[in-house]
């Protein structure tokens, strides 16, 4: 068993005001989604200029922020947040949810293609490279906050966290760090540095989100409030990760059928 290291989820206070890692992790994912953009709207023929890139991740951090939030409340929580509607704004406490979160950045990518005319996959092909990093360093929020633990188990690197009681659990946050993070992105990158059908990006990358997502939920506690939906293990987790596994094999076959191979979506010659 490793101990849980028991980091203040306040980064920094300055007086009244308190700047949680959380909300930090949110600002490092927007940056490293912003520099990796540059990177790629400056190879040959990328048809990207660093300023559309800019108003790109503006585009997609209002829809991550809205639409995870939106979608915690919708998916999750509903009842409570009726009860007390001010908590909706107590975001640095948690209550965001990827599936949500994604909603809000389809309609912000759409809205994005419309004002500088490009289409709403050549957009997402675009983004979906650089978004995995963000993903997985918003999952260290998650360990910080001590919030979304695993299963109880015996593993050696298994965890006792704060509130979750006496027994250890699964670090099922550094899991989804790990997946969603580090090894989506490596996917998605190296699968997208050669030219690729239109929706080849985007396919690849809801497909192994959906598997990886599919799969850490078989060790991670459903929300309380919810629990198991089906069967004794079904969680609302996995029933929202299936269309995107199967949106992203459509859109795989769709590309390979098509191949409608085009450098402006990938941004690589």
Do not use: C
């Amino acid at each position: 068993m490793l101990p849980y290291p028991e980091i203040d989820p306040v980064a920094l206070q300055l007086g009244p005001l308190k700047i949680h890692w959380y909300g930090l992790t949110y600002l490092i994912g927007f940056a490293a989604a912003w520099w990796l953009g540059r990177v790629r709207a400056r190879r040959p023929h990328s048809g990207w200029t660093e300023q559309q890139v800019a108003d790109l991740i503006f585009y997609g951090a209002l829809g991550v922020v809205l639409g995870g939030r939106i979608g915690y409340i919708l998916f999750y929580d509903f009842a409570v947040y009726i009860e007390n509607p001010l908590r909706i704004f107590q975001i640095w406490q948690g209550g965001m949810s990827f599936h949500g979160g994604l909603i809000g950045v389809l309609i912000g990518m759409w809205l994005f293609g419309r004002r500088y005319k490009k289409t709403f996959f050549e957009v997402t092909d675009f983004l979906a490279p650089i978004a995995p990093i963000g993903l997985g360093v918003v999952r260290i929020g998650n360990f910080i906050n001590g919030e979304l633990w695993g299963k109880v188990s015996d593993v050696p690197w298994a965890m006792v966290f704060p509130g979750a009681g006496p027994l250890p659990r699964h670090p099922s946050q550094l899991y989804e760090s790990f997946l969603e993070g580090a090894v989506l992105f490596v996917i998605v990158w190296l699968f997208s540095s050669k030219p690729r059908p239109i929706r080849a990006v985007s396919g690849m990358f809801l497909l192994f989100y959906g598997v990886f997502r599919f799969l850490v939920e078989f060790v991670r506690m459903p929300d309380a409030q919810l629990g198991y939906l089906a069967f004794g293990w079904v969680t609302m987790g996995q029933i929202l990760s299936l269309p995107m596994i199967i949106a992203g094999g459509i859109l795989l076959w769709l590309a390979y059928r098509n191949r409608e191979t085009s450098t402006k979506a990938v941004g690589i010659k």
